[in-house]
């Protein structure tokens, strides 16, 4: 790896160590709901993943053992609003979308991995699986029918997001999500990345020819698999399945996570690898704004002396972030255009 950039040899290198983790994990017969879909050729272990121990070592850390005094979420605002914090990264999860009437998938009696039963699966996490989905794809796009971009609606979290990129402040928004409601709220596609794939585009399983998602609209709403016009192949829209790549752009994190200066986690259990573990990759001095139902990830076993905490509901918390930024009346103007939009 001899005159590569230090990006290009972490890439490299955190690709080997992956695969070499997923022929463990297939070994061991561990479960596949440890791993988020995609992570076959990417997976990294939830105990101690590759991307973990990287920045658990400090790789991104500009150093440190300084004393600090605790900071608030008022102090948070301070600070957005005086500009001091230009290159947010949020991190978001099942959590943002849940208050817009989506389900998560892994809540107990009301998750959708709870009420696949109709589809008469295998296993839950059968309908995003690579193999199942090319031998019997009508399951998902049943429910691709119900998750389908355009049956909901975005909420105020997914319009905060807006307006931190209408202020010139996001450095990048990374979803865990597929519902597409980011870029419903306005979030442009260049500052997303959607680590599970979106319903925006499609391809096809066969000539991979590239098609728009709103290409499959009429064949999903009416309740049957679309097929290229083309080979007549299954078209998939680009969610990542289990037994597939992660996005490409998905390893935006090599850059994007050290250059940060303020990171926001939204509605997220950091459960699932390689995901969970960008949470310790901003630099050690980086703020972590933790909003969110429960404690999770490093901040329920690891807080580092900058990282804000504001428990309880994902919506309220980010709505007493927005007051005490005196943000209230610009937010309330997006989301009022949204509804507009909609309706039209």
Request: charged share 20%.
């Amino acid at each position: 790896m001899a005159g590569l950039s230090l990006t290009a040899r972490l890439r490299c290198l955190d690709l080997r160590l992956s695969s070499g983790a997923v022929r463990t994990f297939r070994e061991k017969g561990f479960r596949r709901s440890a791993l988020c879909p995609g992570e076959s050729s990417v997976a990294l272990f939830r105990q101690r993943p590759f991307l973990q121990r990287i920045v658990s070592r400090g790789l991104f850390s500009r150093g440190g053992g300084e004393s600090a005094q605790p900071q608030t979420l008022q102090d948070v605002a301070k600070d957005l609003r005086e500009r001091r914090y230009r290159r947010v990264v949020v991190m978001a999860g099942a959590g943002i979308s849940t208050p817009s009437g989506i389900p998560d998938f892994r809540s107990p009696g009301s998750g959708l991995y709870d009420n696949l039963q109709q589809y008469n699966l295998p296993y839950a996490e059968a309908i995003f699986e690579i193999g199942f989905f090319h031998r019997n794809p009508n399951p998902f796009f049943a429910l691709a029918k119900e998750l389908y971009p355009g049956n909901y609606q975005p909420n105020l979290t997914h319009y905060f997001v807006r307006l931190l990129h209408k202020k010139g402040q996001l450095l990048r928004m990374y979803t865990q999500n597929i519902d597409g409601l980011e870029r419903l709220a306005g979030v442009p596609p260049e500052m997303l990345v959607e680590a599970h794939g979106t319903f925006a585009t499609a391809t096809c399983t066969s000539c991979l020819r590239k098609y728009d998602g709103e290409d499959l609209r009429p064949a999903v709403m009416s309740g049957t698999v679309p097929q290229c016009p083309t080979c007549k192949g299954v078209v998939k829209p680009d969610i990542v399945f289990f037994g597939e790549e992660l996005p490409r752009h998905f390893f935006k994190y090599l850059t994007d996570f050290p250059l940060a200066d303020l990171l926001v986690i939204m509605g997220t259990s950091l459960e699932v690898e390689p995901f969970a573990s960008l949470a310790g990759a901003v630099r050690s001095s980086v703020p972590r704004l933790l909003i969110n139902r429960d404690l999770v990830g490093p901040f329920a076993w690891g807080q580092r002396p900058h990282d804000v905490v504001q428990l309880g509901d994902v919506v309220g918390g980010v709505k007493a972030l927005v007051e005490a930024l005196g943000w209230t009346a610009e937010l309330d103007a997006l989301m009022a255009a949204g509804d507009q939009k909609a309706r039209s």
